[in-house]
């Protein structure tokens, strides 16, 4: 098992930018394949973006103009740079450890006027 801890979301207006971050607890980070996950009301969880040991990194359509992933590895933080937010972007974020099933608690994001 890890332990995903998400934090760095809140309300923010159209147009905004939040920057969320993932503490992650676990042996081998470096070498694990993380990724950024979101789930608005009533919908299912979709997932935002990967990137691999080797800092490859992989955007959905929908955002790959306007979120960046990174990583950290000497401190196992993974990172979510969310620019030009819009109201459809309000949902609960969640980082992911591929191959570990369990979830952090999630942030909020709410972007709304």
């Known amino acids: 098992q890890v332990r995903l801890v998400e934090s760095g979301g809140g309300l923010v207006q159209p147009g905004g930018s939040l920057r969320l971050s993932c503490a992650a607890s676990g042996s081998r980070f470096s070498f694990a394949a993380m990724g950024w996950f979101r789930q608005a009301p009533g919908k299912e969880r979709e997932w935002i973006a990967t990137?691999?040991?080797?800092?490859?990194?992989f955007h959905y359509e929908g955002v790959r103009d306007r979120f960046t992933i990174s990583r950290d590895n000497a401190q196992n933080m993974v990172f979510l740079q969310m620019d030009r937010l819009k109201p459809e972007d309000t949902a609960v974020y969640y980082c992911?450890?591929?191959?570990?099933?369990?979830w952090g608690q999630g942030t909020q994001v709410t972007v709304s006027s």
């Open positions: 990137i691999n040991a080797n800092n490859k990194t």
């Open positions: 992911k450890w591929f191959g570990y099933e369990n």
